[in-house]
């Protein structure tokens, strides 16, 4: 046989063989799967060491940290593998300036190590919130209005009054104070409440002469109630902690049922408490008066 024939035979041979054969045997394919063999291998090795490192699947439980310092909290969190920010400062009554007064996540939380841990600090000076005007509303409407900017309701109080079930005053340590009064965020008040006229009578006393506040806290002792608050034009904000009360409705005298309202007009103008006061004269009482120098009875 001629090596032409058997070169030929031995080519017929190879292209009989099966294709898949034929393409692992190829170097080009086999070095291409050696070069992925290699890739797999080195990816799980890499993913292993990975989560050796990160420890992959082990939960932290996150510690309390309330009432302690930022110092001493950021250690405690450092030795758990914890990070932490302040996000935000508050007042609560009883704490520290500068303790830890609320974290997330809460404590006893499950977190992986690493985790961020937001915190919010006790405010270094109180923060102050305004009074809300809440009167002749309900309790119920107070105390939402109250709540919402900071302010809670420790008591109840109630006084015959023309407004039933509605709020005359608020009180702050027993005393009256005013729509817009700073307060310390967490202060707790009293809300006066009226419960309707009762069938005592008062004689309203005379507020001449008192500044608003003494004439209010002077009215609940006497079971009356402040009305209508009118001071002269050209007041100002300023000058209305200086006004006085120089007239009054109903006038100093009169008997009235208990928890009326009393209107009042206030000044700073001094003449105007020269003038003499208006007071209720009973007639029943005036008709027994002797009217003669001689002090004869009519």
Known sequence: MSAETESKSTSTKKNKEP????????????????????VLIG???????????????????TPNLNGMTEKEGGEILALRGLTYEVIDSMYVNGMKPGAIVDQVPKAGAKVKEGRKIYVKIQAYSAKKVSLPEVREGSARQAENLLASV????????????????NVIEVKYHDQIILPNTKLTEGSAVTLVIGRGLSNEEVQVSSFRGLTLDRARNEAHERDLNIGSI????????????????????PITGK??????????????????????EEVFKDETVQDSVPDSEDGLWN
């Not at 200086?242 to 009054?248: D, T």
């Open 43 to 61: 990816l799980a090795w890499t993913s292993s060491w990975l989560d050796s490192y990160t420890n992959h699947g082990v939960e932290i439980e």
């Open 150 to 165: 900071g302010l809670k309701v420790n008591n109840l109080e109630y006084v015959p009054s023309e407004q039933s079930g």
């Open 19 to 38: 294709f898949f054969k034929r393409f692992i045997k190829n170097p080009l394919v086999i070095s291409i799967f050696a070069c992925i063999i290699v």
């Open 255 to 276: 008997t009235v049922p208990a928890g009326t309202r009393v209107d009042l007009y206030l000044t700073i103008d001094k003449s105007k408490m020269e003038e003499p």
């Open 230 to 249: 009118n001071y002269d034009k050209g007041i100002t904000d300023q000058d209305k902690d200086k006004a006085i009360v120089y007239k009054q409705t």
